[in-house]
């Protein structure tokens, strides 16, 4: 049980002791999070990407044609995407889609980050209760809220998914955590149905929302609490039982899991520490979605991260079990529920070679939140106050590096994102063709698809107006704009389609400071135009720090194309800068290809 006596006020002498400390970092705290709340709105676009078109768009036009009330509940209980139920996306989409008769994905996105946001309120209740200093949320915030997960806070689907199962993954602990606590009897016995209702909950909002049971299993058998015990398990034997009800897992990584669970387990379990620290990792492709997986290997630091957080995680579990002290046991819970999703990952996505799969945006998630965890166990358990001093200054200084660091190399990213899509949403209004997933062939098809069937439809939505569309209509013909580019290069790739990779090389042209602005390729010939996106490169801090550019100069282009999917014409490659509404295209073209 929680110690009545009350620690002594917690003095940090590195940062002074003033009155006006405490209220100045609550500000600041606030200032952050608004901060994160308006970034993350302001750069998640509103054009659909990949899983968005199943999980948001093809849903909510099924749940529109639906004509009763039973099928649109239906609709909703039943959107998934491979063997990830999609409860609370259904329902905030399907919401805001009644409300407005839109679908604003950067509302939908933000939505998500608000509930992730207010996990910070759970650090802050356990600092708050055991009398440590609010200093140690501002490190907690550093990783809590910096952009390392820049996938799923930009991405809707991805937003909607994550963010939204480990906000309420900490929402269930803190509630069966705290059934002890000092207020009313009825507040207490309100508080552990409410538990499995927000498990439930967890459990059809993605896969890993089933993870919270085994979570509230530890917390319950610590606690000692043999009857909630009882009904926590009748309730997780129903919840995971409605989950897989008329669900198969053929061709699934979950069923691919389960035929190599033991194949590679030397390299898994050092997948998983990987997985703890991840987030560390700031080198990776330009690309937003950077989905490769990296060589098993035991260089990367993460590992070593990893293996920290764990050791930590064992030390709060000794306490949590000698104590069965809520602040312990709801870090502890949280803690649980994090490793747990991480393990299942490593598990159900490494492949045969036992490469590293932890090494991706929308994993960092978990990383942030371990890591965050650590620095909170941390101020739990060191106790004496001159260590706590040290390690908070250490955990400060880390903390606003590390939110620094992100905040520049995950910026080219963001812009490298926004360009693909605005020029994939310039080709389908000119042409009726996205032609940003033709080496999909199922995406392709269903973007396509998809779209022509909607315009035929009642359906009320209508793709926006691209951004690179707008700047085209205000076009200057220019030969003195652009720096000499490399020659195009066209390199025709083996395989069922016809695809060809055209590269063009610019490393001269100025470097690109906004999403409201970048390069692309025009690709015309007599009837048709195409444009073709853009990668720019990181700076790197070093370069940043110095001139103060989050971008390199030059971009390039590797774009892959189906010569069957192509309209038949010469294609002349034209050099295209935007800026807002005006662009600069350059006369004399770069090369030409043959459809």
Request: with cysteine; aromatic share 16%; net charge positive.
């Amino acid at each position: 049980m929680e110690s009545s006596k009350v620690p002594p006020k917690n003095r940090i002498a590195l940062f002074p002791d003033h009155p006006i400390l405490t209220p100045a970092i609550k500000i600041i705290c606030v200032v952050f999070g608004i901060y994160f709340l308006v970034k993350q709105y302001y750069y998640t676009p509103n054009i659909p990407f990949g899983d968005d078109l199943p999980t948001i768009f093809h849903f909510l036009f099924n749940y529109d044609q639906a004509p009763t009330l039973s099928e649109k509940i239906s609709i909703i209980f039943n959107n998934r995407m491979v063997e990830h139920r999609l409860l609370s996306l259904s329902v905030i989409s399907a919401f805001i889609y009644q409300l407005s008769g839109d679908i604003p994905l950067p509302v939908l996105s933000t939505i998500a980050g608000l509930m992730w946001v207010s996990i910070s309120f759970f650090y802050y209740t356990i600092l708050k209760r055991r009398n440590l200093s609010i200093l140690w949320l501002v490190p907690i915030l550093c990783f809590l809220l910096s952009f390392s997960p820049y996938q799923p806070f930009l991405w809707p689907m991805a937003a909607m998914q994550h963010l939204i199962v480990i906000s309420l993954a900490f929402l269930t602990v803190f509630l069966l955590a705290n059934h002890d606590h000092s207020g009313p009897s009825g507040w207490r016995t309100f508080f552990f149905p409410v538990s499995i209702f927000v498990g439930i909950l967890t459990t059809f909002s993605a896969g890993n929302g089933m993870l919270i049971w085994p979570t509230g299993f530890l917390i319950l058998v610590i606690q000692r609490r043999i009857k909630p015990l009882v009904y926590w398990l009748i309730a997780a034997i129903l919840a995971i039982g409605g989950y897989f009800y008329r669900l198969s897992l053929d061709g699934t990584p979950s069923n691919q899991a389960l035929e190599k669970i033991l194949a590679n387990y030397g390299k898994e379990i050092i997948g998983f520490f990987a997985g703890l620290g991840s987030a560390i990792r700031t080198k990776g492709y330009e690309t937003f979605l950077d989905d490769n997986d990296l060589p098993f290997s035991l260089k990367y630091p993460a590992i070593y991260l990893g293996i920290l957080i764990t050791f930590v995680f064992i030390a709060l579990f000794v306490k949590s079990v000698k104590t069965r002290e809520r602040n312990s046991l709801s870090i502890l819970g949280a803690s649980a529920f994090i490793f747990l999703t991480v393990a299942t990952l490593v598990v159900g996505r490494t492949n045969m070679n036992g490469d590293i799969i932890a090494f991706k945006s929308r994993y960092y998630l978990y990383a942030v939140i371990a890591i965050s965890n650590a620095i909170s166990t941390v101020a739990l358990l060191i106790p004496s106050y001159k260590y706590k001093e040290i390690i908070l200054a250490a955990c400060f200084a880390l903390g606003l590096v590390f939110w620094g660091v992100w905040e520049v190399v995950s910026f080219h990213k963001i812009i490298n994102h926004h360009n693909m899509l605005d020029a994939a949403l310039f080709n389908w209004h000119r042409n009726h063709k996205w032609i940003m997933y033709q080496p999909s062939a199922f995406y392709e098809n269903y973007f396509n698809g998809f779209f022509e069937k909607t315009e035929k439809s009642a359906f009320p939505y209508r793709l926006p107006p691209s951004r690179i569309s707008q700047a085209f209509q205000h076009k200057q013909w220019r030969d003195d704009f652009f720096p000499k580019a490399q020659p195009v290069e066209l390199v025709e790739k083996s395989g069922d389609k016809k695809l060809v990779q055209i590269k063009l090389v610019n490393e001269q042209a100025a470097p690109i400071h906004g999403i409201d602005e970048g390069y692309s390729v025009v690709m015309a010939s007599e009837k048709d135009t195409f444009m073709l996106w853009s990668i720019v490169s990181p700076t790197g801090v070093r370069n940043f720090l110095k001139n103060r550019e989050t971008c390199r100069k030059g971009y390039r282009v590797e774009v892959e194309l189906d010569r069957d999917k192509m309209p038949k014409g010469t294609y002349w490659f034209h050099q295209f800068y935007y800026s807002g509404d005006r662009s600069v295209i350059n006369k004399q073209p770069a090369g030409s290809i043959v459809f």
